[in-house]
C-alpha cells in the first residue's frame, strides 16, 4: 500500500501564504503525476493543482496564486499557496493522478483572521 504523508498546515490569515509538503515513500524510484486536492466540510474533494510530464494545471480558484512542483531527488511534492483566501480552508490531501493510491491523513488549512 503506498500512501502518502502530507505536511504543513496550519492557521494562517487572508493574504498570508503557506507551502505544503507531500512525502512520497523512498521506495517510489520516481515521482509519478500527482495532485493536490483539497475538502472543505459537506463539499465533495476537488481537484486543485496537478503535475504531470505534460506540465501544470490549476483550478481556476486557485490559479495564478498557487504552485505545484515535484522534487524527485527529495521525494517530495509540494504546494505553495500565496494570497490565501478564508474560501481555501480546507483539508489538502497530496495523491497519484489516475489511477490514486490509498489516501493519506491530509492537513488542515484555515484561513482566518
Known amino acids: 500500500q503506498v500512501r502518502v504523508v502530507e505536511s504543513g498546515g496550519g492557521l494562517v490569515q487572508p493574504g498570508g501564504s503557506l507551502i505544503l509538503s507531500c512525502a512520497v515513500p523512498?521506495?517510489?524510484?520516481?515521482?509519478?503525476?500527482m495532485g493536490w486536492y483539497r475538502q472543505a466540510p459537506g463539499k465533495e474533494r476537488e481537484l486543485v493543482a496537478t503535475?504531470?510530464?505534460?506540465?501544470?494545471n490549476y483550478a481556476d480558484s486557485v490559479n495564478g496564486r498557487f504552485t505545484i512542483s515535484r522534487d524527485n531527488a527529495q521525494k517530495t511534492v509540494y504546494l505553495r499557496m500565496n494570497s490565501l483566501k478564508p474560501e481555501d480552508t480546507a483539508v489538502y490531501y497530496c495523491?497519484?493522478?489516475?489511477?490514486?493510491?490509498?489516501w493519506g491523513q491530509g492537513t488542515q488549512v484555515t484561513v482566518s483572521s
Open positions: 523512498v521506495s517510489i524510484f520516481s515521482i509519478p503525476a
Open positions: 503535475v504531470t510530464s505534460g506540465g501544470k
Open positions: 495523491n497519484r493522478v489516475s489511477p490514486s493510491w490509498y
